[in-house]
């Protein structure tokens, strides 16, 4: 006997998300978006937002009211030698262009979308340190984000960020709910190129038992 299969129809996506990677997850069975350095995503439907990130950091912010949220995965622009690209070692001046940038685009769409201000959470991710011979740009960018929320009084409920692994973050808006699971630090040199040219897949394989929910 044939069982038809059935065929999943995504939600429209929020007016200027057409151009992310949108897909059906089947393990979650639900609408999933993936973005990648540099990208943001926001929503209002019943679906997940996921990434995987090295020293780059994601902001997962939601109305825990009504719903609407999404991610963002950005990584300030620091040079491999520390210093910002105009040469100086400011980081906070560099932060502050595209840390700004991230976070502000994304939680005015949140706002544009239904969402309130006093009613907004976060939960942080990301942050490692790949390589020991660069700088710790992971801890700039856990630093400054953690700054950003502070003086925006937008309540930080949990986070997962430092230490040298890359993570998959998987994050629900409608619910809040994030999962977190590290991945092999075999191909962190492939990460960092990554994050550092915003181009080219990551293909690595989790840690047995590794998921963590926040």
Known sequence: MNVARTRHVLPASLPGFDKINRYWDTAHDMPAAKILPGEYYVTSSVELVTTV??????????????????????????????????????????????????????????????????????KIFGGGRMMKSLSDVGARNIEFVRE??????????????GDIFPRKVIYMPA????????????????????????????????????????
């Open 175 to 214: 619910t809040g709910k994030a999962l977190v699971k590290r991945l092999k630090h075999l191909h962190n040199d492939t990460i960092a190129k990554r994050e550092d040219d915003y181009r080219s897949e990551i293909s690595l394989k989790p840690m047995a038992g590794s998921v963590e929910l926040f």
């Open 53 to 122: 990130l090295g020293s780059c950091v994601s902001a997962c912010i939601r109305d825990r009211v009504f719903g609407v949220g999404g991610m963002n995965h950005f990584m300030l622009p620091i040079s491999s030698d520390g210093k910002g690209w105009n040469g100086s070692h400011d980081v906070l001046s560099t932060a502050t262009r595209y840390g700004n940038f991230a976070m502000e685009h994304m939680i005015n769409e949140i706002l544009k979308h239904g969402g309130h201000k006093r009613h907004l959470e976060a």
């Open 148 to 161: 950003y929320l502070s003086v925006e009084g937008i309540p930080l409920v949990s986070e997962s960020v």
